[in-house]
């Protein structure tokens, strides 16, 4: 049974940084495209950075430059850097885990931007 398992949220001011985490569990974690998507209330939930299993990176148009995705296959571990934090990156944080046809979900860490 695939489960992943987030950190690393929190309060932060405007212009700090966090770094959340995502521990996959239950398979190979190299195996897996690794997704980090955002809800922020009343909005549908976004897709904010993209890793493959090669470590090609992709991110959302709102958080190019100042957000990095990153993963450490030795620890099952996908992270997300987020610096320059704006108000509106105010949201629950999921990841997700991707392999085939097959979509795992974590239960989401909220991130609050204070301005």
């Known amino acids: 049974q695939v489960q992943l398992m987030e950190s690393g949220g929190g309060l932060v001011e405007a212009g700090g940084s966090l770094r959340l985490s995502c521990v996959l569990s239950?398979?190979?974690?190299?195996?897996?495209?690794m997704d980090w998507y955002r809800q922020a209330p009343g909005k549908h939930r976004e897709l904010v950075a993209t890793i493959t299993t090669r470590g090609i990176t992709n991110y959302a148009g709102s958080v190019k430059g100042r957000f990095a995705i990153s993963r450490d296959n030795a620890k099952n571990t996908v992270y997300l850097q987020m610096n320059s934090l704006k108000p509106e990156d105010t949201a629950v944080y999921y990841c997700k885990a991707v392999y085939f046809n097959h979509d795992y979900w974590g239960q989401g860490t909220q991130v609050t931007v204070s301005s």
């Open positions: 239950g398979s190979t974690f190299s195996d897996h495209v």
